[in-house]
């Protein structure tokens, strides 16, 4: 079956860099749209970075993060660079059918993920 793995979490000072990963198994990203959401305690899931005809990233993120991908690898990156502890969370990487949701000058948002991995632990101490 399909899968989702993230990795590349981690703790990290205010300031410092990690890159995520999503790789997926059993499958190939083809001509889906993938987006990279993030969920912080109390808090609802939110969209951080997309991309499949386009990219696109959330206001907050914009200029530090930057999303990427190996299809030989079936990886899917998030360099976060310049991180700062409200980027704090859970990241999750999901996978958009064309029909269901696509990343064209927008976001994806959570009801168009058909499929999602486990998530990665982001933590950035002050």
């Known amino acids: 079956e399909v899968q989702l793995v993230e990795s590349g979490g981690g703790l990290v000072q205010a300031g410092g860099s990690l890159r995520l990963s999503c790789a997926a198994s059993g499958d190939t990203f083809d001509d889906y749209a993938i987006g990279w959401f993030r969920q912080a305690p109390g808090k609802k899931r939110e969209g951080v970075s997309c991309m499949g005809s386009s990219t696109y990233y959330t206001d907050s993120v914009k200029g530090r993060f930057t999303i990427s991908s190996d299809n030989a690898k079936n990886t899917v990156y998030l360099q976060m660079n310049s991180l700062k502890p409200e980027d704090t969370a859970v990241y999750y990487c999901?996978?958009?059918?064309?029909?269901?949701?696509?990343?064209?000058?927008?976001?994806?948002?959570?009801?168009?993920?058909?499929?999602w991995g486990r998530g990665t632990q982001v933590t950035v101490s002050s």
């Open positions: 999901g996978i958009a059918t064309p029909k269901r949701g696509r990343c064209i000058g927008k976001m994806l948002i959570p009801l168009e993920i058909g499929l």
